[in-house]
T-cell receptor, first 109, second 114 residues
Framework: GQNIDQPTEMTATEGAIVQINCTYQ??????LFWYQQHAGEAPTFLSY??LDGLEEKGRFSSFLSRSKGYSYLLLKELQMKDSASYLC??????????WGAGTKLIIKP | SQTIHQWPATLVQPVGSPLSLECTVE??????LYWYRQAAGRGLQLLFY??????ISSEVPQNLSASRPQDRQFILSSKKLLLSDSGFYLC?????????????FGEGSWLTVV
């Protein structure tokens, strides 16, 4: 079967750095997405990785290792507005999106 | 630029009543369209997707149905709602073709079946 694993919940302090991990087992791989979803709102696109390595975009970076079936989202200089759920999703060999359950990130002052 | 809208934003419906959620996309042609459901604390569940007018693929057997009467319009319906249909429904779109395109979501619709 196809599976995306990410921690259910994480807590971090304002101004700090947090890394949210995502591991996947899918039938094929055609890219990995990270989305941010604030409570009660729709997910919004953060990043897309299809090649190994780190993609940096402001305070957010996303890393991919295809050989390990592993990705992480790195958030720097955390702000209170970063409190949200972060969804990992993998595009499989049929170009279907397989979604993780999301990681709820709680930022404390 | 492309935009996606869905409505209504929230609704409370009694068990056994019908449902209609609408979604429209602007600024693009022949998009792939999707309906997802997100139960509390759970991941996104793909319900239906469409690659063109009148072309609907169902991912999960249930009492819901979808229709695409126009290129940029996608409708989610039910004839008789169940309590288990409660959840957050999201319409989404991406560019046509299969290339790992970014998917964009509408604002979402909260459905509570009572």
């Amino acid at each position: 079967g196809q599976n995306i694993d990410q921690p259910t919940e994480m807590t971090a302090t304002e101004g700090a750095i947090v890394q949210i991990n995502c591991t996947y087992q899918t039938s094929g791989f055609n890219g990995l997405f990270w989305y941010q979803q604030h409570a009660g709102e729709a997910p919004t696109f953060l990043s897309y990785n299809v090649l190994d390595g780190l993609e940096e975009k402001g305070r957010f970076s996303s890393f991919l290792s295809r050989s390990k079936g592993y990705s992480y989202l790195l958030l720097k200089e955390l702000q209170m507005k970063d409190s949200a759920s972060y969804l990992c999703a993998v595009v499989d060999s049929n170009y279907q999106l397989i979604w993780g359950a999301g990681t709820k990130l709680i930022i404390k002052p | 630029s492309q935009t996606i809208h869905q409505w209504p934003a929230t609704l409370v419906q009694p068990v056994g009543s019908p449902l209609s959620l609408e979604c429209t996309v602007e600024g693009t042609s022949n998009p792939n369209l999707y309906w997802y459901r997100q139960a509390a604390g759970r991941g996104l569940q793909l319900l239906f997707y469409s690659v063109g007018i009148g072309q609907i693929s169902s991912e999960v057997p249930q009492n819901l149905s979808a229709s695409r009467p126009q290129d940029r319009q996608f409708i989610l319906s039910s004839k008789k709602l169940l309590l288990s249909d409660s959840g957050f429904y999201l319409c989404a779109w991406d560019e046509p073709g299969n290339s790992g395109n970014t998917i964009y979501f509408g604002e979402g619709s909260w459905l509570t079946v009572v």
